[in-house]
């Protein structure tokens, strides 16, 4: 029998131990004990225990187990527990804690569009719950089974390539295809797809758009929106299916309604994507040490307004976050890091810059020297690099650090929002204010995704968490981040999506015309409330 901890544990590298660089952070920071550092807070030991009535009646499952086959229908704990939450850090918590809210009932793994036509139809009939389901990586709550039914997992059967169009420069697929294998087939044809979110080893593409996400290229390749041709989508009101045009004028986009509808009209089931030649030999490598924080941005700013190109990775770390990685890679305080003091560029202050630009040709190296000259204008250091390729080879891993952060007894959890330059200091001045208000905590910033108008920001904060009240501690202090932001003009999102845990401000940010605009495609949709219900988007 399986445990909380298996459902719990990230991808299959499934880590126990910090580096040294984390551990030394986490002590010197929170003051951790012997007894602290020894001892794991919130294990999840206990064999999965976990009662919930099935919903579904003997002669329903009979006849999914006719369509899918009896091997790809599943009531096991085992299977129910882990389809049931996602990876945000309050279902971590649950269950660490042994609870399991509202499990799923079923776990079904379709092989193709008619057994999902089927199987949404019986649901449909049968006033049954679906949660689409990809890769399980959704850190908004999206994915909870709030009044149970069925899971469909389209990660173990339903992802396969179905097309390459070289001369359209586009590829068709079924939606449960992870990005590695996607990205496996491309290559091999001379093409990448061009996005990489940090969940990139253990998300699909249905997952990319159903959450409206965003890799770290997107400043070059653009968010998922903007890679998307064409989707088929199995709603309960029936099949919707558009065209790759490049271009029209014909009316509402409909891909639009459901890039970031996160499953509560349909299931999306076939997506076409743009794709781009791929020259990995020409990337151009860049990175900078500016004087502060404020040089960066504009630096940022004025090249991507300056139109000589656009970095496909751009990135900037604020001060703490720089001082940070300085810490953990053993840099402080070391030669190289004398000097730059002696330059000027001094602790508290100085703030990184990572820059990758792909391309073939020259049109890389062209855009690098237009940037290393932006940044020279605004006092930034030009440091070679190194620095970038090294933070890109740990791109994803930095990821797993989470469930050993958790194991000494820590809140680690992140927030992203979407700002116009104009107002992106003041933002990051107020939500740093509000983050160092809490007495132990480390709290890091960066900027990741940048468009011509605007950046986001990225917070990762870590704070030990108050033992007994785990669950109040952490909403308390996530509604209060949320607050300062959109009381500052920063979006809710920028590409993790809405799902359940950020809905309750959905109303004051789409207003009442909004909702009612989203509640009344509900409807149309999906009359029978069936696809991933209950408090998603804001929607009753």
Known sequence: ???????????????????????????SKFNLSNDELENVHLLGNEELNFEHDLIISESVIQQFKNICGDENVYSTKEERASHTYGKHFLELLKLRLGIIDNPLDLVIYPSNS???????????????????????????????ATFGGVCLDLSKHFNKVIKINESNCSVTVETGILGPDLEKVLNKQGFTCGHFPQSFEY???????????A??????????????LALNVVTPSGIIETKDYPADAQAINLNNIFIGSEGIFGVITEACLKIRK????????ASFIFKSFEQAVESMRETMQAGYGKPHLFRISDPDET???????????????????????????????????????????????????????????????KPVK??????????????????????????????????????????????????LIVAMVHISHVYENGANLYFTFLSPWKKGLEVEDYQ???????????????????????????????????????????????QHFDPENIMNPGGMLGLR
């Open 114 to 144: 008619d057994q999902i036509i089927e199987i949404v139809k019986i649901c449909n009939n049968n006033k049954i719950p679906i949660v689409p389901f990809g890769g399980g990586s959704s850190v908004t709550m999206a994915l909870q």
């Open 390 to 439: 090294k933070w890109l080879e740990q791109r994803y891993s930095s990821a797993y650090a989470r469930d050993p952060i958790m194991d000494k007894g820590i809140i680690t959890d992140t927030f992203e929002t979407s700002v116009t330059w104009e107002d992106l200091l003041s933002l990051w001045n107020s939500a740093r204010i509000y983050l160092n208000s809490r007495p």
């Open 278 to 285: 791929y020259y990995p030999e020409k990337t151009a490598f």
């Open 1 to 27: 029998m399986k445990t909380y901890r298996d459902i719990f544990k990230w991808g299959d590298k499934r880590e126990e131990m910090l580096d040294d660089g984390m551990l030394n952070l986490l002590i």
């Open 203 to 213: 998300s699909t593409v249905g997952g990319w758009i159903a959450a409206r996400g």
């Open 215 to 228: 890799g770290t290229l997107s400043t070059g390749y653009g968010k998922i929106e903007e890679m998307v």
């Open 323 to 385: 001082d940070i990685a300085f810490k953990m890679k053993g840099f402080e305080n070391t030669f190289s890091d004398k000097i730059l003091k002696v330059l000027g560029y001094k602790p508290g202050q100085r703030t990184l810059m990572f820059a990758a630009i792909e391309g073939s040709n020259k049109y890389p190296e062209f855009v690098k020297k237009c940037l290393k000259k932006t940044a020279k204008k605004h006092k930034g250091l030009y440091i070679g690099q």
């Open 476 to 522: 308390n202090f996530h509604k209060g981040l949320v607050d300062v932001i959109v009381k500052n003009k920063g979006s809710l999102s920028h590409h993790h999506g809405i799902g359940r845990i950020l809905s309750p401000w959905m109303k004051e940010q789409y207003g009442e015309n909004g909702i009612s605009l989203l509640q009344a495609l509900k």
